[in-house]
Each structure stands twice: as structure tokens, then as C-alpha cells.
């Protein structure tokens, strides 16, 4: 087993060595996203097959009407608005 990890490990760096810079950092952004724990969660969770029900219909066209005449409130402005950070929201926890 680790004699074939081992050479799929030299076969990966072989492979790398010939890409081209963009290819490279391609790869690498999918390898951090293989390894971070969220977006393993997130890719293995199962589907969400719960029907959309009719307020969410219509809170979804709302908010689309909305859209057509308002500027898109970024999400750090918001954030400000609450006095809050991103960090903060990455590293919150539930009370226990």
C-alpha cells in the first residue's frame, strides 16, 4: 500500500512539472479545496431534496425585483452595518 502511494505521489509531481504555471495553480486550488475539511463536508453531504415552498418562491422574486432596480449590497458592507468581521463569523461557534 505505501510502495502505491509512493509512486502515485512521483507520478503527481511528474505531472506537475510539466504544466504550465496556470495549470499549476489550478491544481493546487483544487488540492486545497480537497483538503479543507468545509468543502469535503459540503461535496459528501447528502442532496438537498426538500421542495422550495411557495413564500420562498416568492421571497426569491422579491428579492430578484429588487435586484433589477437597487445596487447589490456587498457583503463586507453589510458586515460593517452589523459590526462584525469575516473572521469573526469563521471562527464562531455555537454557545454551549
Known amino acids: 500500500m505505501a510502495l502505491a502511494s509512493r509512486d502515485s505521489k512521483q507520478q503527481a509531481y511528474e505531472l506537475i512539472d510539466r ?3 496556470g495549470q499549476v495553480s489550478a491544481v493546487v486550488g483544487l488540492l486545497k479545496i480537497m483538503l479543507d475539511p468545509v468543502s469535503r463536508a459540503i461535496a459528501n453531504a447528502p442532496f438537498d431534496d426538500e421542495p422550495v ?3 420562498e ?3 426569491l422574486a422579491e428579492a430578484n425585483e429588487w435586484l433589477k432596480f437597487n445596487k447589490a449590497i456587498p457583503h463586507e458592507q453589510v458586515l460593517a452595518e452589523l459590526g462584525i ?3 469573526e463569523i469563521d471562527h464562531y461557534q455555537e454557545p454551549k
Open 19 to 21: 504544466m504550465a504555471p
Open 53 to 55: 415552498t411557495a413564500e
Open 57 to 59: 418562491v416568492k421571497s
Open 85 to 87: 468581521t469575516q473572521e
